[in-house]
């Protein structure tokens, strides 16, 4: 079993910053790769970025240039830097951890970044 809890999230106005947090616990070892998803009221969960355990990093095209994930060197938090955040990264932001030992989805309850003037 994994826990994840986020935090960070918050108001900011359109072109702010905010980091957001997420800690995994429990059977960290397990986890091949951790990610950021969104969902904004009314539309679908969706990808942001995830990182692999060789840290290699993925971002969807409409984070691209703004957003960066990263992690710990204990791999027990990952991170999701926001910057020039715009009204429609309005969303509840949630952590995710795959295993492929248990073939798992593991979710964090999500943190909301509201992004308005």
């Known amino acids: 079993q994994v826990q994840l809890v986020e935090s960070g999230g918050g108001l900011v106005q359109p072109g702010g910053s905010l980091r957001l947090f997420c800690a995994a616990s429990g059977s960290i070892f397990s986890i091949n790769r951790m990610a950021w998803y969104r969902q904004a009221p009314g539309k679908e969960r969706e990808l942001v970025a995830f990182i692999g355990n060789d840290g290699s990093t993925h971002y969807e095209d409409f984070v691209k240039g703004r957003f960066t994930i990263s992690r710990n060197s204990a791999k027990d938090t990952v991170y999701l830097q926001m910057n020039s955040l715009k009204s429609e990264d309005t969303a509840v932001y949630y952590c995710?951890?795959?295993?492929?030992?248990?073939?798992?989805?593991?979710w964090g309850q999500g943190t909301l970044v509201t992004v308005s003037s």
């Open positions: 995710n951890a795959f295993s492929a030992a248990t073939v798992r989805d593991y």
